[in-house]
């Protein structure tokens, strides 16, 4: 994963890339570091730990030069250490790299033969090597990096600079995104957007084997040949969020409060309100860019997504961790409304699973970072089968966005909390209406049903302000349910996925062992578990399945289980079953699958918190996951 920034100009560099790797550091915090030029050397500083350890060792530091590359690092070859921690710096050549060298054993052997002395564990300090050698020989860092990238394999982003010439920066990409701001007398390098809005809305995204050549206020971009290649130079119309805990003790409390407005404006541009029916608004399936999406005309734009949407026999879902229970629920809703076949994939699988891809299946990718390594490659794959690609995302103008056919976005605002949870319930509700536009399209829905949907999803927004209120009690209960064995968490039908969902919070952050299973299969493994230290966590609203739940419930609860259940309303026979009924408000069957979410989300947070862990940045996670 990791972040990188570069910087060419008049403002302090130190200055600059400590704010652009602030914003990257969702990206990794295993450690960062800065290179930067001071009386015509790269001067580094580097901190194990979190950024704000690097910011204290750089507090008294001074640098005369105008050039400097910074990293926050999320380790992948070797631990997290100072050692290993970039910049890295051999014969004057520094280097930033995201990614993996995937031959760097080799590599290392034959630089190590030749009498290079390596003082790192990492795949990342052979660049730096291979780099020092070519200058030597090149005198130019451009020709260098064009002489060395047939060597790497592998997925990089690198930005490299060389001391001897102090105005030239040369990034180079496959893989992880890089993007190049141009300012005026100044020139950006990151990994995102984000760490160069404050300073230029000019940007240019590289594609793989892309090089960017930074000299001074100029610029080039050129292939692995050296021949120029033209990229458009992207105006952004977006201005980075102001985003502060607003008196939140962590970004994910916040971020859980903020789900009602959340939800809202996931669904708000698509729904009319004054006829409670569904309308996509700017999908962009004509071709339209990210950024030109706010120029569609609405008639053509909802027109040929329509056109889309009426060809497709087959839909595919693709995404990694929080998304991919998000799109579970998509199947269950598409399978429902619009009675079309829903298949869903974790990306890493669905990427070598040699996948049957056809013109007339659409594939949704789901991606909250819109950064995905796998879900990207996915992507990829199916458009180079001649699939169509409809991507959901938070981030926009990321790189899964900036590739797909059409877009959607989920609206959810920044989610700083490495551990998805508004994105998840914005992305719930969206796909729900993206079930419902199918539907229509495809005829198989009413007028009357729709309005019905419709209806559902606007009523979500209060219900889940009402549960907000479970703060209290997990607050509370967390002293106690910090010391058991271990959870369970169980649903049927729509409520699996949530159960998988509030599993996967709770080992996110609070490293607890926990399990989400379909309610009807624990006969079949899970029972075994089950004692008197073993917490149930039990989604019984009341629907269809509701008699099957309880009886499941039944079956846990004789085996001595402690149980937490979730219900509707005031009811009597899961609280004789329950150590602890939490009573979910009376509302459309449909959107209860979002309104438990946040009582699972509230369980994690507040058992991570009272153990003391990092909520907003858990051990070992990241949120932009660029490596595969
Ligand atoms: C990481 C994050 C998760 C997220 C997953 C997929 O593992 O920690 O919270 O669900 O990546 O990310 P995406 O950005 O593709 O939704």
Same mark, same amino acid.
């Given at each position: @994963?990791?972040?990188?920034?570069?910087?060419?100009?008049?403002?302090?560099?130190?200055?600059?890339?400590?704010?652009?790797?602030?914003?990257?550091?969702?990206?990794?915090?295993?450690?960062?570091?800065?290179?930067?030029?001071?009386?015509?050397?790269?001067?580094?500083?580097?901190?194990?730990?979190?950024?704000?350890?690097?910011?204290?060792?750089?507090?008294?530091?001074?640098?005369?030069?105008?050039?400097?590359?910074?990293?926050?690092?999320?380790?992948?070859?070797?631990?997290?250490?100072?050692?290993?921690?970039?910049?890295?710096?051999?014969?004057?050549?520094?280097?930033?790299?995201?990614?993996?060298?995937?031959?760097?054993?080799?590599?290392?052997?034959?630089?190590?033969?030749?009498?290079?002395?390596?003082?790192?564990?990492?795949?990342?300090?052979?660049?730096?090597?291979?780099?020092?050698?070519?200058?030597?020989?090149?005198?130019?860092?451009?020709?260098?990096?064009?002489?060395?990238?047939?060597?790497?394999?592998? /997925?990089?982003?690198?930005?490299?600079?060389?001391?001897?010439?102090?105005?030239?920066?040369?990034?180079?990409?496959?893989?992880?995104?890089?993007?190049?701001?141009?300012?005026?007398?100044?020139?950006?390098?990151? &990994?995102?957007?984000?760490?160069?809005?404050?300073?230029?809305?000019?940007?240019?995204?590289?594609?793989?084997?892309?090089?960017?050549?930074?000299?001074?206020?100029?610029?080039?971009?050129?292939?692995?040949?050296?021949?120029?290649?033209?990229?458009?130079?992207?105006?952004?119309?977006?201005?980075?969020?102001?985003?502060?805990?607003?008196?939140?003790?962590?970004? @994910?409390?916040?971020?859980? *409060?903020?789900?009602?407005?959340?939800?809202?404006?996931?669904?708000?541009?698509?729904?009319?309100?004054?006829?409670?029916?569904?309308?996509?608004?700017?999908?962009?399936?004509?071709?339209?860019?990210?950024?030109?999406?706010?120029?569609?005309?609405?008639?053509?734009?909802?027109?040929?997504?329509?056109?889309? *949407?009426?060809?497709?026999?087959?839909? @595919?879902?693709?995404?990694?961790?929080?998304?991919?229970?998000?799109?579970?629920?998509?199947?269950?809703?598409?399978?429902?409304?619009?009675?079309?076949?829903?298949?869903?994939?974790?990306?890493?699988?669905?990427?070598?699973?040699?996948?049957?891809?056809?013109?007339?299946?659409?594939?949704?990718?789901?991606?909250? &970072?819109?950064?995905?390594?796998?879900?990207?490659? /996915?992507?990829?794959?199916?458009?180079?089968?001649?699939?169509?690609?409809? &991507?959901?995302?938070?981030?926009?103008?990321?790189?899964?966005?900036?590739?797909?056919?059409?877009?959607?976005?989920?609206?959810?605002?920044?989610?700083?909390?490495?551990?998805?949870?508004?994105?998840?319930?914005?992305?719930?509700?969206?796909?729900?209406?993206?079930?419902?536009?199918?539907?229509?399209?495809?005829?198989?829905?009413?007028?009357?049903?729709?309005?019905?949907?419709?209806?559902?999803?606007?009523?979500?927004?209060?219900?889940?302000?009402?549960?907000?209120?479970?703060?209290?009690? *997990?607050?509370?209960?967390?002293?106690?349910?910090?010391?058991?064995?271990?959870?369970?968490?169980?649903?049927?039908?729509?409520?699996?996925?949530?159960?998988?969902?509030?599993?996967?919070?709770?080992?996110?952050? /609070?490293?607890?062992?926990?399990?989400?299973?379909?309610?009807?299969?624990?006969?079949?493994?899970?029972?075994?578990?089950?004692?008197?230290?073993?917490?149930?966590?039990?989604?019984?609203?009341?629907?269809?399945?509701?008699?099957?739940?309880?009886?499941?419930?039944?079956?846990?609860?004789?085996?001595?289980?402690?149980?937490? &259940?979730?219900?509707?309303?005031?009811?009597?026979?899961?609280?004789?079953?329950?150590?602890?009924?939490?009573?979910?408000?009376?509302?459309?069957?449909?959107?209860?699958?979002?309104?438990?979410?946040?009582?699972?989300?509230?369980? /994690?947070?507040?058992?991570?918190?009272?153990?003391?862990?990092?909520?907003?940045?858990?051990?070992?996670?990241?949120?932009?996951?660029?490596?595969?």
């Amino acid at each position: @994963m990791c972040g990188i920034v570069g910087y060419y100009g008049p403002r302090e560099p130190k200055e600059v890339i400590l704010k652009g790797l602030k914003s990257l550091e969702y990206r990794g915090y295993d450690s960062a570091g800065v290179a930067i030029l001071d009386h015509g050397h790269f001067k580094r500083v580097r901190a194990e730990g979190k950024l704000g350890n690097l910011e204290n060792k750089l507090s008294g530091e001074k640098f005369d030069g105008r050039l400097g590359i910074g990293h926050t690092r999320w380790a992948t070859h070797g631990r997290p250490s100072e050692r290993n921690a970039h910049p890295h710096c051999v014969g004057g050549v520094s280097i930033v790299h995201n990614g993996i060298i995937e031959n760097y054993a080799e590599l290392r052997e034959r630089l190590i033969a030749q009498g290079a002395i390596f003082e790192s564990e990492t795949d990342s300090e052979l660049i730096a090597h291979l780099l020092s050698e070519e200058v030597k020989v090149q005198g130019d860092l451009l020709k260098s990096v064009l002489s060395v990238l047939p060597k790497l394999q592998g /997925a990089y982003s690198v930005v490299a600079v060389w001391e001897n010439q102090a105005d030239t920066m040369v990034a180079f990409k496959n893989g992880p995104p890089l993007v190049l701001g141009v300012g005026k007398d100044e020139m950006f390098m990151a &990994s995102d957007i984000q760490a160069i809005m404050p300073y230029t809305k000019k940007v240019v995204f590289l594609e793989d084997n892309d090089v960017a050549w930074i000299c001074g206020s100029e610029f080039k971009i050129v292939g692995r040949d050296g021949s120029e290649r033209n990229p458009p130079l992207t105006e952004m119309e977006w201005s980075p969020e102001q985003v502060q805990k607003g008196g939140y003790q962590h970004y @994910m409390l916040k971020e859980i *409060f903020e789900q009602p407005r959340a939800v809202a404006a996931a669904i708000s541009p698509h729904i009319q309100l004054d006829s409670q029916t569904v309308r996509l608004h700017q999908v962009g399936f004509s071709g339209a860019a990210p950024h030109e999406l706010t120029r569609l005309n609405p008639e053509s734009d909802w027109a040929t997504t329509e056109k889309v *949407f009426s060809e497709v026999d087959k839909v @595919m879902i693709v995404a990694c961790g929080t998304s991919y229970y998000a799109g579970m629920i998509g199947k269950y809703l598409i399978e429902r409304l619009a009675r079309v076949p829903v298949e869903i994939d974790i990306a890493s699988e669905f990427r070598y699973r040699h996948p049957i891809l056809d013109s007339k299946s659409l594939t949704i990718v789901i991606s909250q &970072s819109g950064e995905t390594a796998d879900t990207l490659a /996915a992507l990829r794959l199916v458009r180079a089968a001649g699939g169509k690609v409809l &991507s959901i995302c938070n981030v926009r103008n990321s790189s899964i966005d900036r590739e797909s056919d059409g877009h959607l976005y989920m609206n959810a605002g920044a989610e700083i909390g490495v551990a998805s949870t508004k994105a998840f319930t914005a992305t719930m509700a969206l796909i729900h209406v993206l079930a419902v536009a199918i539907a229509k399209v495809k005829g198989a829905i009413s007028k009357d049903a729709e309005k019905i949907e419709v209806q559902a999803l606007l009523a979500a927004p209060s219900h889940l302000d009402t549960v907000l209120a479970f703060e209290k009690f *997990f607050a509370q209960a967390a002293e106690i349910l910090k010391s058991v064995k271990g959870f369970l968490y169980m649903g049927r039908g729509a409520h699996y996925p949530i159960a998988l969902e509030g599993a996967l919070k709770l080992k996110e952050l /609070a490293y607890m062992h926990a399990e989400g299973y379909a309610a009807g299969e624990m006969k079949h493994g899970p029972l075994a578990l089950i004692d008197e230290k073993m917490v149930i966590v039990m989604l019984a609203p009341s629907d269809e399945l509701y008699d099957k739940t309880v009886s499941n419930l039944e079956e846990a609860k004789a085996r001595g289980g402690k149980v937490i &259940s979730l219900g509707t309303g005031d009811n009597k026979r899961l609280k004789d079953l329950s150590d602890h009924y939490l009573a979910l408000p009376e509302a459309p069957q449909v959107i209860y699958p979002l309104i438990e979410t946040i009582p699972l989300q509230l369980l /994690a947070y507040h058992v991570a918190n009272s153990l003391g862990h990092d909520v907003d940045q858990p051990r070992n996670l990241a949120k932009s996951v660029t490596v595969e």
